[in-house]
Every structure is written in C-alpha cells, then in structure tokens.
C-alpha cells in the first residue's frame, strides 16, 4: 500500500510505462476514434493531437516540492519524519590542506541549501564545459530532501598525524566502533573521514544530491562507501524491514522534546560545536532472507520476541503496548535491546543489491543508522550484548560499521563543519 506521495509516483510510474512502448493505451484510443471517423490527419495534425493528450497526461504527474528547513538549531534528517530513499557516502580527504577542505564544504554546504529547496547549480551558457548540474532532477521538486553532514574519528587525527590542527577538537564520544562478536566485517564498507545522508521522498532527487556531492568532491576527497536504502509504510505506520516485522516501534518512547534531549542531542559537556549535534552510529547488516524464509513463524516471532502481524510485544495485544521483556525468550532480540536499560533513535533503511555472486542468494540487508547523545553509552552496550546472544545473529551478518559525529544545525551564512575548522 502506499501512502499519498506514494501515489503520486505510481502514476509517474504507469505513465512511463506507456509511454515507452512510444504510444500510450489513451493515444491509441484516440488515434482509433480519429480513424473511425474517417478524419484524414497528417502526420504534423496526428502529432499535435498527442500533444494535447501528452499535455494532459503531464499534468497528473505530481511533482512532490515539500520542503524540510536546510537551516536551523539541528541538522535535517536526524529527527526528521523517515523519507522513502536514503543514500549514504563517506568520503576520504585527500589533502592535508585545510582551506581546501574548507572550500569543498562551502560547496558542499551551497549545493545542499539548493537542492534542500528543489533548485540546483545554475547551468552556464559556455558550450565547452560541462555542465554544472547533472539535470536528471530537473522539475521534481525538493521530495522532502535533507541533507546530514558528519565527521568521523579519521577527520580529526590519522595515522597520528593531526592534518588540520583540530585533533583537540574531537568529541568525547566520538571513536571507532570495537570489535563485536559475530562481526564479519569488509574494510570497505567501513570508517570514513566524513560523511553525507541524503534523504528525499524520490529516488531520483536523492540520487541526484549525492551524485552531485561526489561530483563536487573531485580532487579533495574520494569517496569510501556508497549505500542506497529505502523504506516504505502505509500512511502513519511502522515501516516493515526485510524480515516482515515493524522496525522503529521502539522510538515512539522517545518522541518528545525532553526525549530528543535525552536521547539524541549531545551533552552540555561536548565541545561547542557539537551542541544541538549527534551521534551517527552505523552498520551495515547483510540478512539471509533465503534462511529466514524458510523458518516457522513461531521462530521468527521467538527471534524479535514481538507478533509479526501486529508488532505487539510478547503477552501484548498492540503494537505499542508496554514491553514485559519477561514474556519473550531469553535471546529475543528486543528483549536483549531493552535490557540494556538505554534508549537509541533508529532511523533504519532496507537494501536490495540484486544477487550474491558467492552463494548464489539475494543480496539484501539492513543498513542500520541511529543517532545517540552517547554512543558508548548507549548504543555500544547494546551492539556488544546482541553480537554475544542475539538469536536475529542466525540470519545476520554484520558487514559494514561506521561511527560519526554530526554538528549541530547551521545558520544561515555558515557552512558545514565551520565551527569545527576556524
Ligand atoms: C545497536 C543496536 C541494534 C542493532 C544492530 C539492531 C539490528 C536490527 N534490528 C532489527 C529489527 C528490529 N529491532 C527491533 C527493536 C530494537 N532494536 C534495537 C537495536 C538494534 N537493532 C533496539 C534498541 C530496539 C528497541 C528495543 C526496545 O526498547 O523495545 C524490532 C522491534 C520493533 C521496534 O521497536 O523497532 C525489530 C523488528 C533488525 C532486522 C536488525 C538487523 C538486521
Ligand atoms: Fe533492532
């Protein structure tokens, strides 16, 4: 089922369709009628005609120019309402100079505000460069857009050596994740000096923004990793992961102002520039759908400890009734989670990367994000306790892992990581 938006794109969808095969089901129709009446049209009348019916059919296309705010106390795409695509980039720097760092991030930081606000990069007139915008989101409208900036724990210091005299900038918290039990990690999909999210309610848009970031980071930075996600929930519910279950019940408890500020948002003690900011915590978990798939209902369920149906806890009737983690198998995976005693902001995406060329299966996964006021306090107990005891652990694979520091909200005239460079 898809919500409204989402029925906006169904319709660009089937238009598209039609229009491939060159005419369209209505065009034909028309064409037919216009036979049948013996009219007698040249190719230009026949062409003007389509026009007309290609104007029309234009029209129902609806384009989505919602806005979320660029500037602000926090950046966008931390607290946001989840969009339907995610792309994630970290990049490495390629140099030691900091004012070429800082002119990428002024870039970076113009492009944002723009394509936050559904415009781009001008295109000059002068036929022999290229363009300075791609073009393929061209007339979508901004699709809810964010854009969240992070650092990693390489930005500040690497390989011991302090590039761009900030090491004593660093923020309590911010570190690599340790090593957990069951980790199968590939260095690809791992750390990065900086990293940029970009989520919209369109594919094409949000692919537009990174693309165009990677493009702009040319000859300073290249990129480490690249991930795309998506996610989708009939209007006002917990989205589904790959697994079938509601993935993000859990945040509801921390829906308030005082919640974020429990939560997400750093502490007092942070450095300055890291105020209203937050911790990007990230893992990259590859699911074997093909194993899960062909296991009871009744061990699925015992693996989450919640209804699959429902999303209610064990003992429960609905989705967001209080958890009694005494009711659910000693290694349910939510049991494990709460357990903990703390509380993260999930802002999880599902991928699809076609098949493994290895085990022959498909390909497809989580690409866990969720944003902390302390990730060693909160996120990392919890990822030690599920590596060790998860029964999830029997159809995971936990391959890529990142951890990020994100600034706090810019002010219109600032750029990205400003007050981290002067
Ligand atoms: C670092 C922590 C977590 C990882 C890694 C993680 C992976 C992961 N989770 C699911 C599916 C579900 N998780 C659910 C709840 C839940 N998960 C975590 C943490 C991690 N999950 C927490 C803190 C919680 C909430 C616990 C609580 O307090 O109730 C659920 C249940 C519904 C919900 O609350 O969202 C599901 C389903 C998958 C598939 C996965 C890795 C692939
Ligand atoms: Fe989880």
Not at 79 to 90: D, E, L, R, V
Not at 197 to 226: E, M, P, Y
Not at 227 to 242: D, H, V
Request: hydrophobic share 35%; glycine share 10%.
């Amino acid at each position: 089922m898809l919500g409204k938006e989402g029925d906006g794109r169904m319709v660009e969808k089937k238009l598209s369709e039609d229009h491939k095969s060159g005419v369209s089901r209505r065009e034909m129709l028309k064409i037919s009628a216009i036979a049948g009446a013996g009219i007698a049209v040249g190719a230009s009348g026949l062409a003007s005609i389509l026009d007309v019916t290609d104007k029309a059919n234009a029209k129902k296309i609806q384009v989505n120019d919602s806005r979320i705010p660029f500037y602000g106390k926090h950046q966008a795409g931390i607290i946001t309402p989840q969009q339907t695509y995610m792309y994630i980039a970290s990049f490495n720097l390629d140099t030691d100079e900091k004012s070429e760092v800082i002119a990428l991030f002024q870039q970076w930081t113009k492009f944002a505000d723009l394509i936050s606000n559904g415009h781009t990069f001008k295109n000059s007139d002068n036929h022999l460069l290229p363009p300075d915008d791609t073009g393929e989101a061209t007339g979508l409208g901004a699709s809810r857009l964010t854009v969240t900036f992070g650092v990693g724990p390489t930005f500040f210091k690497k390989g011991g050596k302090d590039r761009y005299g900030i090491a004593h900038k660093k923020p309590k918290h911010l570190k690599e994740i340790p090593h957990m039990a069951h980790d199968s990690l590939d260095s690809s999909y791992c750390g990065g000096d900086v990293v940029l999210q970009v989520c919209a309610d369109d594919q094409q848009v949000a692919f537009h923004g990174i693309r165009n970031f990677i493009r702009l980071a040319t000859g300073t930075a290249s990129i480490k990793w690249l991930e795309e996600g998506f996610i989708q929930a009939p209007k006002n519910e917990t989205p589904r992961n790959l697994f079938g279950f509601k993935d993000g019940t859990a945040n509801k408890e921390h829906f308030s102002k005082e919640g974020y500020n429990n939560v997400v948002w750093a502490a007092k003690d942070e450095p300055e520039w890291m105020q209203n900011g937050s911790y990007l915590g990230y893992r990259k978990i590859q699911m074997l759908i093909e194993i899960w798939d062909r296991s009871s209902l009744q061990d699925q369920e015992d693996t989450f400890g919640r209804k699959k149906a429902s999303g209610a806890a064990y003992g429960k009737k609905h989705e967001f009734d209080p958890v009694n983690v005494k009711k659910m198998p000693a290694d349910a995976h939510v049991r494990l989670a709460k357990e903990t005693g703390q509380q993260i902001h999930r802002r999880a995406y599902s991928y699809t990367l076609g098949m493994d060329s290895k085990t022959g299966t498909v390909n497809a996964g989580l690409l866990f994000i969720c944003f902390t006021q302390n990730p060693e306090k909160q996120m990392i107990p919890m990822l030690k306790v599920l590596g060790e005891k998860d029964a999830l652990n029997e159809y995971t694979k936990h391959i890529g892992s990142a951890m990020f520091a994100c600034p706090g909200g810019l002010k219109q005239g600032m750029y990205f990581g400003q007050t981290i460079l002067e």
